[in-house]
């Protein structure tokens, strides 16, 4: 069965069609600038070296999906004779809130709860809706799947998961934390467990998702039971723009020193933070790191910065589940960034934790990079979202 991978953010999508449960990609795309001028439309077919290119308005995701439904279609560079050939649609949400624990068929009641959380994902659960209005017009009666990115950490104990706000925040407007990247940490631990070769119920993982959007989620007995993004994902490590963990009580001093208001303190800490506020150079590690390399100071604090609270939530996680097994690498800093795992794992010999360097001198690539010597096992596995909503999506539409 050929499914369709559907991430719908605002202004873009991303999509893939992958073969299941062969979990051959076939094809992959991006659509840009969606309801802005210049939108484009990016499209490769596994094995042509030629990319299909459109260049046409799109002011909305109805006519974005159209056109990718008229890729994959296309004669040359498509993938399908027809929209039959296409036996289902999942769907990348994120924030399903507390009423998703797991991927589910698309219906009434699945698209009203994406709507009731969108006060929690104010950007994104609105696109993502929007993907599967166009979806339900453009291939009528196609089963849809949605993923949410929240829906792994709803096992995290009450305690992991409340603030200590008053409670009726809680009660009545369901602030608490939620977590995201639910989907790279879940699929990271299940090729953990292989890689083990051991039950994922026997082990104890911390698996640090380090991109552009960083996360730490420590999972016991294949659950998870923390993770470092909280109601919204800001909270947690420091980001390329985001600043992450921090005292709440600078907010409304910077506001008042500043003349700023919420929207304004909201952007603040979501885009001007992070490496690229700490550095002034960038929000890419890549930009950040040569920045360092060549003496700004400004740039080696914030790397500084960066390591020092990857560390601290892997001895937090370490104490909170009475050990660990294995830590994770994955996504773009974790896959690709040697020297940043080779810090992240300096001196924490004293907990079973030793990177082999010349084993680190990898990318992209899923090994161990542990010594022999060391306890904890350390793994670089490249993550893979597509993969895992497209055998969600596989799953429940052949149950
Ligand atoms: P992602 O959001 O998962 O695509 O990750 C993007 C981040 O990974 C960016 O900040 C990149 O600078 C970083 N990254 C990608 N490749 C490398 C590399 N070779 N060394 C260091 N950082 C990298």
Redesign the pocket.
């Known amino acids: 069965m050929k499914v369709l991978v559907i991430n719908c953010g605002s202004s873009s999508l991303k999509y893939q069609v992958l073969d299941m449960p062969s979990e051959k990609l076939i094809c992959k795309g991006l659509v840009e600038k969606i309801g802005i001028p210049g939108s484009m439309l990016t499209h490769t077919k596994i094995g042509l070296d030629e990319k299909f290119v459109l260049q046409s308005e799109m002011p909305d995701h109805t006519t974005a999906i159209g056109h990718v439904l008229d890729a994959l279609l296309d004669p040359e560079h498509g993938v399908a004779k027809s929209l039959d050939e296409i036996g289902a649609v999942g769907h990348r949400i994120l924030h399903g809130g507390d009423k998703f624990t797991a991927s589910c068929l698309v219906d009434e009641k699945c698209k009203d709860a994406i709507r009731a959380c969108i006060p929690l994902g104010p950007l994104h659960n609105p696109a993502n809706l929007m993907g599967i209005e166009a979806c339900e017009k453009l291939m009528p009666g196609k089963p849809q799947v949605a993923v949410f990115d929240t829906a792994f950490h709803q096992t995290m104990p009450p305690e992991a998961y409340m603030y200590a706000l008053p409670y009726e925040y809680y009660k009545k407007y369901a602030v608490r934390k939620y977590g995201f990247h639910g989907t790279s940490h879940r699929y990271v631990s299940q090729k953990a467990a292989e890689m083990l070769g051991k039950d994922l119920k026997d082990i104890k993982l911390i698996s640090c998702?380090?991109?552009?959007?960083a996360s730490i989620c420590a999972i016991k007995d294949g659950k998870c039971y923390d993770t470092s993004m909280g109601l919204t994902p800001l909270e947690g490590l420091i980001m390329?723009t985001r600043c992450g963990d921090i005292d709440p009580a600078a907010i409304p001093f910077i506001a008042e020193k500043e003349g700023m208001n919420f929207k304004d303190v909201d952007t603040m800490m979501n885009k001007k933070s992070g490496?690229l506020g700490i550095s002034g150079v960038s929000?890419?590690?890549?930009?950040?790191?040569t920045a360092a390399d060549e003496g700004n100071e400004r740039a080696k604090l914030a790397l500084d910065m960066f390591v020092h609270r990857v560390k601290s939530y892997i001895g937090s996680y370490a104490a909170e589940m009475d050990g660990v097994d294995a830590i994770i690498f994955t996504?773009?800093?974790?896959?690709?960034?040697?020297?940043?795992r080779a810090a992240i794992c300096k001196d924490m010999d004293f907990f079973g934790i030793e990177l082999d360097p010349e084993k680190n001198d990898v990318?992209g690539k899923q090994c161990f990079l542990n010594t022999d010597a060391s306890r904890v096992k350390i793994l670089l596995i490249p993550?893979n979202e597509e993969l895992m909503i497209a055998k969600d999506t596989y799953e429940i539409v052949t149950k």
């Open positions: 998702h380090l991109g552009n959007g390329g490496m929000s890419d590690f890549r930009d950040v790191e996504a773009g800093l974790g896959e690709n960034g040697k020297t940043t990318r993550t």
